[in-house]
């Protein structure tokens, strides 16, 4: 038995020695499209029949290191043409490659990961967005929108009837992450949160994150949505547009110089304002007229990039986006804008065939203002928050077996809160008040993505985030765990553990997020919120690699959530911390999604059951909630069903549905009055004994859309189709808000008013509304 083992020692030992004495080498490059020159994201490379391969990351750089000999690589990315090429590997050797788009696939299959790539991936709870799908689906006023699309997902919930708002499995608005390359954007929501701030046209790919963070990512609870811009065409000059029902939009991109750098710009304003002020203009002379205030939202992205050299690139782009509402009498002005800007700096270096690096700096405003105007007094009410960013990622490949990440990155915040300013037109009296805080977060990290064997695969890593506040400093560790176990080529398990801490907080009675709403940095009075979570799930492909499913169950536990104590004072509030009350949080449930990513028929059934519950049990009555009792959050749906589904009928008609179904969200309503009329018996208050929250549930939610895409023969270079789209198919008269009534009368001759009852009713928003839009492209 001893010779045994000494046997096989001496083999595992002669093995490693062989492994380390044969020479390796490293073959590198860029993969971009063809037709664009646009780097392509999560391309699969492979050595066939070694079973060592990679993916190209977000700037479509990859690295494979292999053994000294020849191979046959193969490079495949769904809607392209895949691409097998012999290479004889003697030394490191860079090879950039340009896949052809496939005619046939583009226009039905998903762009992103391949379903087999998912399935060989340790990484889980991540759902990459398909910009052709989501262009074809159905949409409110004719506005694609990417962020009512995540809304179709598994484990994300909407807000409110059409809003952009979404919640990701028990979390609340202000844990989700949202960056647009790479810049944080703090409200992504035009028309009050029906809107997103996304203009599709200008969008590349947007990805998903539900659980099991990248290490790279830090800064919120609950989800990271990774929205990258288009770099622009680098070969020949092209535009696209289309003319809607409330707006229209216009992209132009093309070369600055041809095969080293591109520009793309693209732009979106609504018009119903246009109409109104015409409106206005001709009643001007009408004294029943009511005055229509006017309302418009635009946005503006522009892209730059230049490859310096063979291993330098440059980047540099902008977001600038406001909603602008004026109202205007005689004597009487009120207004109301606020919005976004971003702006992004980016610097690749390549140090080696195994060595990335990308560098970004990135800039954050985002604001809002409130002005009114009477009898020569006016008053200002606003908000504003800038980041400053400065952060480095690497890329190093050290094996076909372990490929490692390590940055580090800086925020430097600063908030403007409740700014008020009051002064009249002879500036006899001036009033400013307010309140500037700050805070510096930073961040560094590492994780190792290593294949122990083909059926083992183990991503772990590091974070270590802080935040310095002028009177606090606050620091801990955010580790990161992944495994993928494969039972099978067409099965694999997962299991995933993330912490997450959150240094700033929104504190929101709102469905959505909403433009006045508040940013409150960490400091000695509020604690940063923290988050771990669990996730363990199967991926499967079926029925010839035509369907993948998958099904996740997760378990999250918050500490230190934040919310307002009943009877807040909120207005003015130079310490608003003072109206906080600090809680815990549990969210669990079942997440299965389907899709078929292949063929003329696709799309996804996406089903989640969930619970979300959160209890504030302060050490004083002022601050707790509900007594101190654990009760279920606002956003609480215990069943939320998602069916998407596209059908190319011919190469010209595509015809498309979405069903939703979602159980009621949470509202609080009183539960006891107080009737008080004066001595005529006229004018009766109704007041509530006691602030309960969360206390009544609303209807179950369902609605069915349809679209229809005809496109028209293309004249020369000229491609054009109409979109009929058809929100709320059967107009169910969903419930928006919910209220108490109580009707009175008056009785037996009596001028008394005595209440007849007590009924809850409902507000609905949306009835069956048909949309017309003109796409275009040349």
Known sequence: MLKRYILCAILLVSGLVNAYAQKSYTLSGYIKDKESGEDLIGVSVVAEGTGNGTTANDYGFYSLTLPEGPYTIKISYLGYKAIEEKVNLKADTKINYKLESDAELKEVEVH???????????????????????????????????????????????????????FVRGGAADQNLIILDEATVYNASHLFGFFSVFNSDAIKNVELFKGDFPAKFGGRLSSVVDITL?????????GEGGIGLIASRFTLEGPLVKDK????????????????TLLNDREKNNPNWTIIPAYYFYDLNAKLNYDLGPKDRIFASGYFGRDVFNFNRGNFGFGF?????????????????????NTTATFTDYLYNISSTANQITFNLGSHIQDWTIKTDFDYVASSKHYIRFGASEVYHIFDISRFQLLTSDNTMSTTLGNSLYGHELGAYVSDDWEITDRLKLNYGLRWSGFIAPDAAYNGPEPRAAARYKLSDNVSLKA?????????????????TLPTDVW?????????????????????????????????????????????????????????????VFGQGWSYGNEIFIQKQVGKFTGWIAYTLAWSQVQFAGNTPATTINNGSVFYAKYDQRHNLSVVASYEITERLTVSATFVYTSGSLTSLPTSYALIQDVTGSNPYINTSEDVRNNVRIPDYNRLDLSLVWKFKTKKK???????????????????????????????GSSLNIPSGVTVQQISLFPIIPSLTYNFKF
């Open 520 to 580: 409150y940095p960490s400091n000695a009075n509020v604690a940063p919120m923290k988050c771990d979570q669990v996730a363990i799930g199967a991926t499967a492909l079926v029925l010839g690699d035509k369907f993948l499913i998958t099904d996740e169950v997760y378990y999250k536990h918050y500490d230190n959530l934040v919310d307002y104590k009943n009877g807040a004072q909120l207005f003015l509030n130079k310490n608003l911390d003072t109206n906080f």
């Open 496 to 512: 995933s553990y993330t912490h997450m801490n959150q240094y700033v907080h929104l504190v929101s009675n709102s469905g959505s």
């Open 337 to 357: 804008n606020w919005g976004n800007a971003t702006a992004t700096a980016r610097w690749n270096h390549v140090y080696s065939p195994k060595l990335f690096q």
């Open 261 to 276: 750098g591109s520009f793309i710009i693209s732009a979106r304003r609504t018009y119903v304002d246009v109409f109104t």
């Open 112 to 166: 992103g990961d391949a379903p087999r790539a998912q399935l060989d991936k340790t990484q889980m709870s991540k759902i990459d967005l398909n910009m052709d799908q989501v262009k074809k689906l159905p949409v409110l006023f004719g506005e694609v929108d990417v962020l009512k699309t995540l809304q179709l997902l598994p484990g994300v919930q909407s807000g409110s009837e059409g809003s952009t708002g979404f």
């Open 230 to 238: 288009k770099d622009g065409n680098k070969e020949t000059f092209h």
């Open 718 to 748: 000229w491609k054009s189709d109409l979109t009929l789209s058809i929100y709320n198919v059967y107009n169910r008269l969903n419930p928006y808000i919910v209220y108490i009534n109580i009707p009175s009368n008056t009785s037996g």
